[in-house]
């Protein structure tokens, strides 16, 4: 049938992987660093990401393209939400990999604070409080979570902005990720840290570059998601290491 169904420039695409956040339905996928429409049958023609695209790369077009199919969207998402549940059991398991396994360091934070010299003398004082840090391998429940300030942080920041233990991650509980290097979607499972904790406020450290505008509109996502008014921030870094206005 013929029938509209949006068109993605490839020659304008940066492959920042918002469109694919935007798109509820699952339409679009992010493959060897371009946005390509990969499920046809699954794209509305409502077009949400189209205001979504920073490179102004998705537009409109009316062409030959199966019938929207509202019933395999909703099966899709049923078995994302089925996915994301079992996740966030294993993440929680204490028989998962030990690497994995949650850990509390706030105490260190606490002894840090009070002696640090006496601590660590001649280097600086990780501000880390948690293990783990990815937010692929966290838990979306843990006692650290308990009246936590969240740093939802893109891991690059970590290189390009010396000083982020101190101005940044202390006194904070530090999620790190790359939406481009994971290709996934972390909205569904920020949201769930949030909605199921006791979280008094959230970061998001970002670099200037469009791919991490995926993990600022993951975090907004779930912010909206999960019901709660909770004080937030996006804090973003330049490549050459100073923080933007």
Same mark, same amino acid.
């Given at each position: 049938m013929v029938r509209k169904i949006i068109r993605i420039d490839e020659s304008k695409c940066d492959g920042c992987g918002i469109c694919a956040t935007a798109c509820h339905e699952g339409a679009i996928d992010i493959v060897d660093g371009k946005a390509k429409l990969v499920r046809e049958h699954f794209c509305d023609g409502l077009g949400d990401c189209l205001p &979504? #695209?920073?490179q102004g &790369?998705?537009? /409109?077009?009316?062409r030959e393209a199966p019938a929207y199919d509202e019933d395999a969207v909703k099966e899709s998402q049923k078995l994302k939400r089925q996915q994301s549940t079992h996740n966030a059991h294993k993440f929680n398991t204490p028989c998962s990999c030990p690497g994995s396994q949650f850990?509390? @360091?706030?105490?260190r934070e606490k002894l840090s604070s009070e002696g640090e010299q006496s601590v660590q003398p001649r280097h600086s004082v990780s501000r880390l409080n948690q293990w783990p840090c990815q937010i692929k391998l966290l838990p979306v429940? &843990?006692? /650290? *979570?308990?009246?936590?300030? @969240? @740093? +939802?942080c893109a891991d690059c920041c970590a290189y390009a902005y010396a000083n982020i233990h101190e101005d940044f $991650?202390? =006194?904070? +509980?530090? %999620?790190?990720? #790359?939406p481009k290097l994971d290709a996934i979607? *972390?909205?569904?499972? %920020?949201?769930?840290i949030i909605k199921n904790n006791d979280i008094k406020s959230v970061t998001v450290l970002r670099m200037e570059v469009? #791919? #991490? =505008?995926? @993990?600022? $509109? &993951?975090a907004k996502n779930a912010l909206q998601a999960s =019901?709660? /008014? +909770?004080p937030w921030q996006v804090v973003t870094i330049s490549r050459n290491g100073n923080i933007l206005e």
């Amino acid at each position: 049938m013929v029938r509209k169904i949006i068109r993605i420039d490839e020659s304008k695409c940066d492959g920042c992987g918002i469109c694919a956040t935007a798109c509820h339905e699952g339409a679009i996928d992010i493959v060897d660093g371009k946005a390509k429409l990969v499920r046809e049958h699954f794209c509305d023609g409502l077009g949400d990401c189209l205001p &979504a #695209c920073p490179q102004g &790369a998705i537009s /409109f077009e009316e062409r030959e393209a199966p019938a929207y199919d509202e019933d395999a969207v909703k099966e899709s998402q049923k078995l994302k939400r089925q996915q994301s549940t079992h996740n966030a059991h294993k993440f929680n398991t204490p028989c998962s990999c030990p690497g994995s396994q949650f850990v509390s @360091l706030q105490g260190r934070e606490k002894l840090s604070s009070e002696g640090e010299q006496s601590v660590q003398p001649r280097h600086s004082v990780s501000r880390l409080n948690q293990w783990p840090c990815q937010i692929k391998l966290l838990p979306v429940q &843990a006692p /650290f *979570y308990d009246g936590a300030k @969240l @740093l +939802i942080c893109a891991d690059c920041c970590a290189y390009a902005y010396a000083n982020i233990h101190e101005d940044f $991650m202390k =006194g904070k +509980i530090t %999620l790190i990720g #790359c939406p481009k290097l994971d290709a996934i979607d *972390y909205s569904e499972k %920020l949201t769930e840290i949030i909605k199921n904790n006791d979280i008094k406020s959230v970061t998001v450290l970002r670099m200037e570059v469009p #791919c #991490c =505008g995926g @993990l600022e $509109m &993951a975090a907004k996502n779930a912010l909206q998601a999960s =019901g709660k /008014f +909770i004080p937030w921030q996006v804090v973003t870094i330049s490549r050459n290491g100073n923080i933007l206005e």
